[in-house]
Nanobody, 115 residues
Framework: QVQLVESGGGLVQPGGSLRLSCAAS????????MRWYRQAPGKERELVGG????????NYADSVKGRFTISRDNAKNTVYLQMNSLKPEDTAVYYC????????WGQGTQVTVSS
C-alpha cells in the first residue's frame, strides 16, 4: 500500500529556511519520479518541482528556482524539499506526490512565512 507522509512544516520568518520531508512506503523512491506541489489559500495547487526516477534530474517552478532544492535519501526512502530565502508568498500547504497512472498524495504540511 502506497503511503506518503510529509513533515517539517511550520512558521518561519521571511528569509528563513525549512526542510520538508516526504517519507514513502509501499514503493521505492529510488525507482520513482517524485514531485512537490503547494496550494495557497484561494489558489489552485501548483507544481513546485520534481526529481527524476534516477535522481539525476530536478526541475523547479520559476518562482522557487535558486531557492528550493529537491533531494532524496534512498536508504530512508524519503524525499526532501529544502526551502531557503523564504518569502511570504511561499505560504501554502505543501504536498508530496508520486505521479503515475494513479496519482498518490500525502496529507500535506503547512508552511507559513510571516514576521
Amino acid at each position: 500500500q502506497v503511503q506518503l507522509v510529509e513533515s517539517g512544516g511550520g512558521l518561519v520568518q521571511p528569509g528563513g529556511s525549512l526542510r520538508l520531508s516526504c517519507a514513502a512506503s509501499g514503493f521505492m523512491v529510488s525507482r520513482s519520479a517524485m514531485r512537490w506541489y503547494r496550494q495557497a489559500p484561494g489558489k489552485e495547487r501548483e507544481l513546485v518541482g520534481g526529481i527524476s526516477s534516477t535522481g539525476s534530474f530536478t526541475n523547479y517552478a520559476d518562482s522557487v528556482k535558486g531557492r528550493f532544492t529537491i533531494s532524496r535519501d534512498n536508504a530512508k526512502n524519503t524525499v526532501y524539499l529544502q526551502m531557503n530565502s523564504l518569502k511570504p508568498e511561499d505560504t501554502a500547504v505543501y504536498y508530496c506526490n508520486r505521479p503515475g497512472p494513479v496519482n498518490y498524495w500525502g496529507q500535506g504540511t503547512q508552511v507559513t512565512v510571516s514576521s
